[in-house]
Nanobody, 114 residues
Framework: QVQLVESGGGLVQPGESLRLSCAASGISFSIYNMGWYRQAPGKQRELVAG???????DYADSVKGRFTIARDNAKNSLYLQMNSLKPEDTAVYYC????????WGQGTQVTVSS
């Protein structure tokens, strides 16, 4: 049974940082590409960052230079380091993996507000 559990969200002020974590179970974590998506109120879910099994990364233009995706295969964990946060980064952030179908975690809320 595939399970993805996100943590690390919270309320921060603009310019501050957060680190999201995603603990994966039920899969051979190291062989799968992983990703972070986010969904703001009234908007569609969008890709934030992805990382391949080999460690190659890709980012949405809106977060390039501010966010860093990483993985620790020994811990079956995915991370998203978010720096210089902006109010427009406010959203629920989801960890995801695609096997036969797309699997999602329950999400973690990130709110950036002064």
């Amino acid at each position: 049974q595939v399970q993805l559990v996100e943590s690390g969200g919270g309320l921060v002020q603009p310019g501050e940082s957060l680190r999201l974590s995603c603990a994966a179970s039920g899969i051979s974590f190291s062989i799968y590409n992983m990703g972070w998506y986010r969904q703001a109120p009234g908007k569609q879910r969008e890709l934030v960052a992805g990382i391949t099994s080999g460690g190659s990364t890709d980012y949405a233009d809106s977060v390039k230079g501010r966010f860093t995706i990483a993985r620790d295969n020994a811990k079956n964990s995915l991370y998203l380091q978010m720096n210089s946060l902006k109010p427009e980064d406010t959203a629920v952030y989801y960890c995801t993996v695609k096997l036969r179908r797309q699997y999602w975690g329950q999400g973690t809320q990130v709110t950036v507000s002064s």
